[in-house]
């Protein structure tokens, strides 16, 4: 009875591409069912394309609904200051910025996911009650404010420019946070492979801005380099 329903709405002569959505009787019963309460109410509709979604491990919103409950964006001046971003928002790097709006725009329904955060906000809560008495607090946020923006460094390297001052905002930035780790690791950790690549980078990267980007190799990391860095720059001394 739900596909003579169904083939009802699509106005349809095949029905093969609505079909391949429609691959299970429950799926076809749960579109059935909402149809025949369309038709109940005499709404005119013309289905054009019948797409199955996964179960999601987040809850969808859709636009009216993130519209609605201001989390990006004031429905009355549609300022950013008057939603619920602005008044979560109190981040200083860029990457937590950028996951706390992912956080709100798809809430998880994953219960370990939640009860992970929970811990580990209270945690962080308690602790700050200590460092704001210190000076630890003050520490962290400097070091933080020494992180740049890793994940658009990342796809600045693997896509636009591999450039040694990209590369030196990495090692800046992982060095920051390996700061942080040593004054509280129970939920700050630099994952292994950053570590690896923490390494490398103080093994041949200069710390300092340099101004040419030739000149950015550690002295003594590269017998060649040595050499004809000192053909450019010391050749009196040949």
């Keep these: 009875e739900y596909k003579d329903l169904i083939k009802q709405f699509t106005k349809a002569s095949r029905f093969d591409s609505f079909w391949k959505s429609l691959d299970k009787k429950a799926k076809q019963k749960v579109l059935g069912m909402f149809l025949d309460?369309?038709?109940?109410?005499?709404?005119?509709?013309?289905?054009?394309?019948?797409?199955?979604?996964?179960?999601?491990?987040?809850?969808?919103?859709?636009?009216?609904?993130?519209?609605?409950?201001?989390?990006?964006?004031?429905?009355?001046?549609?300022?950013?200051?008057?939603?619920?971003?602005?008044?979560l928002d109190h981040t200083i790097t860029s990457s937590w910025?950028?996951?706390?709006?992912?956080?709100?725009?798809?809430?998880?329904?994953?219960?370990?996911?939640?009860?992970?955060?929970?811990?580990?906000?209270?945690y962080f809560i308690d602790k700050i009650k200590w460092w704001i008495s210190g000076e630890t607090i003050w520490k962290i946020k400097k070091l933080l404010n020494e992180v740049y923006d890793i994940e658009r460094i990342f796809y600045l390297i693997n896509f636009k420019q591999n450039s040694p001052f990209h590369w030196l905002k990495l090692k800046i930035s992982l060095n920051a946070i390996k700061k942080i780790q040593e004054i509280d690791n129970k939920y700050i950790q630099i994952p292994p492979e950053?570590?690896?690549?923490?390494?490398?980078?103080?093994?041949?990267?200069?710390?300092?801005?340099?101004?040419?980007?030739?000149?950015?190799?550690?002295?003594?990391?590269?017998?060649?380099v040595d050499k004809l860095r000192k053909i450019a720059y010391h050749s009196d001394q040949l």
């Design 97 to 122: 910025a950028r996951l706390l709006k992912n956080w709100l725009l798809h809430p998880t329904k994953n219960l370990n996911k939640i009860s992970y955060r929970q811990e580990w906000f209270t």
């Design 194 to 224: 950053l570590k690896k690549i923490l390494e490398i980078l103080d093994k041949w990267l200069k710390d300092n801005w340099f101004t040419l980007e030739k000149d950015f190799i550690q002295d003594w990391f590269s017998q060649k």
């Design 37 to 87: 309460y369309i038709q109940n109410l005499n709404i005119n509709v013309n289905i054009l394309k019948i797409k199955f979604e996964e179960k999601l491990e987040h809850i969808y919103f859709d636009m009216l609904t993130i519209k609605n409950l201001e989390i990006i964006q004031s429905s009355y001046d549609q300022d950013k200051k008057h939603s619920l971003l602005a008044v």
